[in-house]
């Protein structure tokens, strides 16, 4: 049973918001018509909004102008668009520059995103020292991204669809090697999630947070997002 309860976004920044993501997922890639009808069914069971037919690209003044410039809507937009970038446990510069110009296009500085940056993956650069990365390695990117850690744990959820949509992108348990598929384009084959992403814990947080507030603030059944 899908819950009544009041949304804080309008379905024009729920839209907008979705759009922003898909534009990040596809940041570094090709868009495949294939997938549409996939993303298409995804978007109409998260944000129950019947009108969607399919997302496609959005520029950042399209962003800005739907989203608006209020800061905590501006900042939560950021944060999943950081966790999305990421999900596959690499920022491309492609993706960094992308969620650059939404935050200018937004109005809005983050200061923690500074230290995401030091992690940006270039494969000229990671292919002439990927036999000498060592454990001490990942511990500093650790550290480094602390303040960005701090800055998504921040993020609080005030609406339904959002956490739908939340509940449905992050694993419920740190998945074993497999293909990460993420708005219907499968991203990688990789190790375990919970061992190549940095920010694994915050996305299970985000997803707690989200269950939570469903369960809680909504009333929602949840358990077909536990198992």
Not at 7 to 23: C, N
Not at 69 to 94: C, M
Not at 124 to 140: K, R, Y
Not at 150 to 163: K, N, Q, S, T
Request: negative net charge; contains cysteine.
């Amino acid at each position: 049973m899908i819950s009544t309860f009041k949304s804080s976004y309008t379905d024009a920044q729920i839209i907008a918001w979705l759009r922003g993501l898909y534009t990040i997922a596809w940041a570094d890639g090709n868009y495949d018509p294939e997938e549409e009808g996939l993303i298409a069914k995804l978007t109409a069971e998260i944000a129950c909004i019947d009108k969607i037919t399919n997302l496609e690209p959005i520029t950042p003044e399209e962003l800005a102008t739907s989203l608006g410039k209020e800061p905590t809507t501006a900042e939560n937009f950021l944060r999943t668009a950081v966790l999305v970038a990421v999900a596959d446990g690499v920022y491309s510069p492609p993706e960094y520059e992308l969620i650059c110009k939404f935050s200018d296009a937004l109005d809005i500085e983050v200061e923690a995103l500074k230290s995401l940056e030091n992690t940006l993956y270039r494969q000229e650069e990671n292919q002439a020292v990927e036999s000498t990365v060592s454990e001490d390695h990942h511990d500093a990117d650790r550290k480094v991204l602390q303040p960005v850690k701090e800055w998504l744990d921040g993020m609080e959820i005030h609406d339904p669809r959002l956490a739908r949509f939340i509940c449905k992108i992050v694993p419920a348990q740190c998945p074993f090697e497999r293909d990460i598929n993420l708005f219907g384009r499968t991203i990688a084959h990789i190790p375990p999630l919970c061992k190549l992403n940095p920010l694994y814990e915050q996305f299970i947080g985000l997803r707690f947070r989200s269950l939570s507030y469903l369960a809680d603030e909504c009333g929602e059944d949840v358990t077909k997002y536990v198992q």
